[in-house]
């Protein structure tokens, strides 16, 4: 068995290439966040690996910054797929996830990229009327480049979205530059004191025990 410890290699992926067929790994970001949105990425691997890419939660912030411009640079193509809290909200998460990483595809193909497999992080296919082959991997981003990539760039992308002045700096009291919409205790405080900003997920069960839905007028 692999330890989840070391770094993912790129042997899946280069299954794929073996045969002639194009592949894109993606990963998303901001599933377990109370407010802002769920971002999805899709990254088709240029030569070779960069080194350090793992699964992003183990790389500190200024590392994963390094490694997401080297990242941008190596690849092919990249693909986001953005998916709003109101969007979350309306369809909910299982139908969230299946949106970004259509709307990520449509970027990368609109590159000029046809995309033939696609590797996704963990054990559900939700791209399953794609009509593409999906490979599904338990902890992807420890056992795929491709996947891993994919998990930094989306967890960059979402967090300076978070940090931006249109986010954070409209809702200061939330500190979202710091906590880029998860609970925190700062979050929570703010939460019981103000209510949910607009780009809160208010259909999720928090929202309905134990926080107002709506926030002061003037965080509106």
Sequence with gaps: MRNLNQFPDDKIEREVLSRGKTVCGIDEVGRGAWAGPLVLAAVVPGDGMIDGVRDSKKISPKKRESLAKEIHSWATSIGFGVVS???????????AITLGSKRALIQVEQSGISIDEVLLDGNYDFLKDSKKTVRTYIKGDNLSHLIAAASIVAKVYRDNMMASEAVAGKYPEFMFESNKGYPSPVHKTALSQLGAT????????????????????ALI
């Design 198 to 217: 607009p780009i809160h997920r208010v259909s999720w069960n928090i929202f309905q025990d134990s926080f107002p839905k709506s926030g002061q007028q």
């Design 85 to 95: 809290n109101s969007e979350i909200d309306e369809m909910g998460l299982s139908r």
